[in-house]
């Protein structure tokens, strides 16, 4: 007698599934910063327990002659994929090509600037108890890049201006020696 019937069996894929990618969204979109460590240990036995099922259905298969499950196959397949392009989505992997990557370091913080060939910019903000993401469009004017509604400083706040001077992006009127960009090769 099988360990698990098939509908069973079916049931626990399905709700693993949604499970995993119920965590890993909440992973890529900060959801709870401070339980990330649970959510990601969670996610990892949820994925390895999903693929101890699959390869189990596979060893199965191979000794009985009975169809792949077609319709929790199906869903897990879609589920991935749709967990896949939201993730690729937020990490800006549909903006295009990188046309330039920063990053400013201060004493607890840093901040990761990258600028897509389209206009649009990512700034990836972490600190010692999370991280948050700010995206929005860029547009150039000579050394200056002109942010458009740049939510960093609030949503209240004017057009922001970075400056370039060779491999540094300045801030306006701050402390150049320590508030700055450096320029890294994308």
């Not at 392009?85 to 990053?103: D, I, M, N, T």
């Not at 150039?140 to 939510?151: E, K, M």
Request: aromatic share 14%.
């Amino acid at each position: 007698m099988p360990l698990l019937t098939a509908r069973r069996e079916r049931n626990l894929v399905l709700l693993l599934t949604v499970a995993a990618t119920g965590l890993l969204l909440m992973l890529t979109f900060d959801v709870a910063a401070a339980y990330q460590v649970l959510f990601a240990g969670s996610f990892v036995l949820i994925a390895l327990a999903l693929l101890g099922l699959s390869l189990w259905r596979l060893a199965l298969s191979f000794t009985e002659h009975r169809p792949f499950p077609t319709r929790p196959l199906t869903a897990v397949l879609g589920l991935a994929l749709l967990t896949g392009l939201c993730y690729g989505w937020y990490h800006g992997a549909f903006y295009g090509r990188q046309v330039l990557s920063g990053v400013f370091i201060d004493d607890f913080s840093r901040l990761d600037l990258v600028l897509y060939e389209d206009g649009h910019y990512l700034i990836e903000e972490g600190w010692i108890l999370g991280s948050e993401r700010f995206a929005g469009r860029y547009t150039r004017s000579g050394d200056s890049l002109i942010f458009d509604n740049y939510s960093f400083t609030g949503p209240k706040a004017p057009n922001h201006v970075l400056t370039r001077r060779g491999s540094r992006l300045y801030f306006p009127s701050a402390d150049t020696s320590f508030y700055h960009f450096q320029i890294q090769q994308p």
